[in-house]
């Protein structure tokens, strides 16, 4: 028997591979749902100021690219980072 969340998390891994478009820039790897063409667009631009801001404010700017993912469903993003649906996380990020 497959455990809920694993058939769930195998699902939203597969669509992150193999539907969501990704973009990148010189610090970034942004995969997202290519429904979302207006913002898809600003997203780039988004996370490059969000890096300089928060670098100068915090005095630390990762010195890999950093992959972010974002999805067209709010379940997805739990079910990604915790394993199962139905807990409140926003973003999660796994590192520094």
Avoid: Q
């Amino acid at each position: 028997m497959v455990h809920p969340w694993r058939s769930n998390m195998i699902t939203v891994l597969d669509v992150v591979a193999n539907k969501y478009l990704t973009i990148e820039s010189p610090n970034f790897r942004i995969h997202t749902s290519p429904m979302r063409a207006g913002a898809r667009e600003m997203l780039p631009d988004f996370y490059e100021f969000a890096r300089k801001d928060y670098g100068e404010r915090y005095g630390y700017v990762s010195p890999k690219r950093v992959e972010v993912e974002v999805f067209r469903r709010f379940d997805d993003s739990p079910v990604r980072s915790v394993g199962f649906a139905g807990f409140g996380a926003l973003g999660v990020c796994f590192g520094r």
